[in-house]
């Protein structure tokens, strides 16, 4: 009890007043928690104030066009989530419109993980299920010196089980707040404020000066490269895009027409490639200008993007092609990977 009545205490004395901290509503705490998995509480904040806005409750997100969904999201990356949020939201109107109230329905919810399955039932109804996000890792595995790889099975079940023993179980929802917030803005990751934690007297990774030595991890995440050769092509309107089809990243959203390669393509190879026969045929009065190059990181794969500018006769692009034209003002309705809201931002 000694360490969850200590974290409740820094908690009261030291949390950040924010919108989702004023609430119990399960909605909200969903959003917020979704969208506090990829992105940090000061990024993601505009993001839940624009999203509750626009999709203040689970009726409207229910209701709202996949698109209007992918646009509100446009930024945060991590796509799916938003797809499995809008999907869960029909699920939940479907079903009858209440949302579940415990760990084993929430979970249910397609994209609701363990983690988010127990923010929620903890926070909004008080049940006794630990969060375990890399903010606790890192405070549970340096207080108490385990060297076990988190991200080992052994290292999982040991985890949950300490995280679940020392919770304070009369208060979960708080508790569980405490300690992720305590990860992250005492017990950082890097430069932790070791001198004035409340906790020090028993850590065992800052009587042995092992802080920096926690959590450990086996897995390297690797980082495959991909080239992506885009044509831009402007016509009378405005631009021409097209909407991403595959099972891959980026799904549903919006870019220029795309020739992926395993380099970067010159003129002649862009001229060649399957994607550019498909829209335009063997036509040769093309002018292809270099326009930029940009690199974006994701998870597990950095994107080489280069970017052309295409003056061709449109007349006769083919009619099957995928593009479509858009004006100007809609290309700002229609969703795009940040990827190319940066190319856009650049070329002015
Ligand atoms: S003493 Fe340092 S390493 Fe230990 S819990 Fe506190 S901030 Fe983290």
């Not at 800052?206 to 490269?225: C, F, I, L, N, W």
Request: charged fraction near 25%; glycine fraction near 6%; proline fraction near 4%.
């Amino acid at each position: 009890m000694w360490f969850s009545n200590q974290l409740l205490k820094w908690y009261g004395a030291n949390k950040r007043s924010l919108p989702w901290r004023q609430t119990k509503d399960p909605y909200c705490i969903w959003i917020s928690e979704v969208i506090l998995q990829q992105t940090r509480v000061d990024q993601g904040l505009p993001y839940y104030e624009s999203f509750l806005k626009k999709f203040p409750d689970i009726e409207s997100l229910a209701a709202a066009d996949e698109k209007e969904v992918l646009k509100s999201w446009q930024g945060l990356g991590y796509y799916t989530r938003a797809r499995n949020l809008h999907f869960a939201a029909k699920t939940i109107i479907d079903s009858g419109g209440r949302f579940p109230e415990t760990f084993e329905e929430i979970i249910k919810l397609k994209g609701i993980g363990e983690y988010t399955a127990a923010a929620i039932s903890s926070i909004c109804f008080s049940e006794p299920n630990a969060v375990i996000d890399g903010n606790v890792y890192r405070v549970l595995s340096r207080f108490n010196g385990l060297g076990v790889a988190i991200d080992s099975c052994k290292g999982k079940k040991l985890f949950s089980s300490i995280a679940n023993d020392v919770m304070d179980k009369s208060n979960p929802g708080d508790y569980n707040q405490a300690i992720m917030e305590f990860g992250a803005l005492q017990c950082k990751s890097s430069n932790p404020d070791c001198e004035s934690c409340i906790i020090k007297s028993r850590c065992a990774a800052h009587e042995t000066g092992t802080v920096d030595s926690y959590p450990v991890k086996t897995k390297k995440v690797k980082q495959r490269a991909r080239y992506f050769n885009y044509i831009v092509i402007e016509g009378d309107r405005g631009c021409f895009y097209q909407k991403r089809s595959a099972k891959d990243i980026w799904q549903n959203m919006y870019e220029p027409l795309l020739i992926e390669s395993n380099k970067h393509l010159g003129r002649n190879g862009i001229l060649k490639s399957e994607e550019w026969l498909h829209v335009f045929g063997n036509q040769e009065d093309v002018k292809l200008v270099p326009s930029a190059s940009l690199e974006h990181r994701l998870t597990h794969q950095t994107i080489k993007a280069r970017f052309w500018k295409a003056q061709t006769n449109f007349c006769s692009m083919n009619t099957k092609s995928p593009l479509e034209e858009f004006a100007q003002e809609d290309l700002k309705e229609i969703p795009i990977p940040r990827l190319i809201e940066k190319y856009l931002e650049l070329s002015g």
